[in-house]
């Protein structure tokens, strides 16, 4: 499972400099340029209150008893910038909410900081890196619950993150019910709805079976993992996917 791919706009280093030049291409900042393959790079997907932080925990602990670095993050946010868009995307921090279009451009823009910033360095010295979340939130969220079109936003996704893909991704997935009542559990905490959660029934229908849909076009990166049974036997799932 390749982790990292060399775009074409990558390949503006001296030899091609001329051809980016001729192109009207602008070479790619030195750091964008290389990252040696990895299969370290894993996400968890999934609808809301289906366990991806608890599976995510897990996960790093044991990885981590076992000696190897590992980097956990989550998007949106992960680094300062990433996190202030996360106010604006989930609590409309700036007292107005965005549009479709500038949803998903902001979404996009915290990828491309993260992958940046976080990401793609962490894979560079060989550690792991467990991402609450990656770009198949927004095909879910934003082509199969908003309606973009998903050629579409894999043009925007593939400018934003350069080349760095997941080897593995972990879908959690949960009877609605049983993610209903743990997001109940965490209402009745003190924690606010976020604009996603505020959505209608129908939007999560959609990115449900949105999800659903990525994973059988995907079926060797993307595992399906239930949730709603013991947290060991999916975390038993987990560990034999990743097992180094
Ligand atoms: P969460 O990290 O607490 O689950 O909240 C993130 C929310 O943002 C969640 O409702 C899913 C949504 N989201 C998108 O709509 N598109 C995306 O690309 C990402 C990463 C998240």
Redesign the pocket.
């Known amino acids: 499972m390749g982790t990292t791919q060399q775009t074409s706009k990558t390949l503006c280093s001296s030899a091609s400099l001329r051809l980016c030049v001729k192109n009207n291409l602008a070479p790619e900042p030195s750091n964008r340029q290389t990252v040696k393959p990895s299969n370290r790079f894993l996400t968890f997907e999934g609808e809301?209150g289906t366990g991806?932080s608890t599976h995510i925990r897990l996960l790093a602990a044991r990885l981590r008893s076992l000696g190897h670095e590992v980097v956990t993050t989550?998007?949106?946010?992960g680094t300062p910038l990433c996190e202030a868009i996360?106010g604006l995307?989930?609590y409309d921090s700036c007292g107005e909410a965005p549009v479709p279009a500038a949803?998903t451009l902001l979404?996009c823009a915290?990828?491309a900081q993260l992958v940046e910033n976080v990401i793609r360095p962490a894979l560079k010295r060989g550690a792991w890196v467990l991402s609450?979340?990656?770009?198949d939130?927004?095909y879910?969220?934003?082509g199969y619950?908003r309606g973009f079109d998903l050629a579409k936003l894999r043009s925007i996704m593939e400018f934003a993150i350069c080349g760095v893909r997941p080897s593995l991704t972990f879908l959690l997935d949960a009877d609605p019910d049983t993610e209903n009542a743990r997001l109940a559990d965490r209402f009745a905490a003190g924690q606010a709805a976020?604009r996603?959660?505020r959505e209608a029934a129908e939007f999560h229908a959609r990115v449900r079976e949105g999800f659903r849909r990525l994973a059988e076009e995907e079926p060797d990166r993307i595992r399906i993992i239930r949730t709603d049974g013991p947290i060991e036997a999916a975390q038993a799932a987990i560990w034999s996917a990743v097992a180094p």
């Open positions: 809301e991806k989550r998007e949106p946010g996360r995307l989930q949803e979404f915290s990828r609450d979340r990656f770009y939130s927004t879910a969220y934003q619950g976020d996603f959660e």
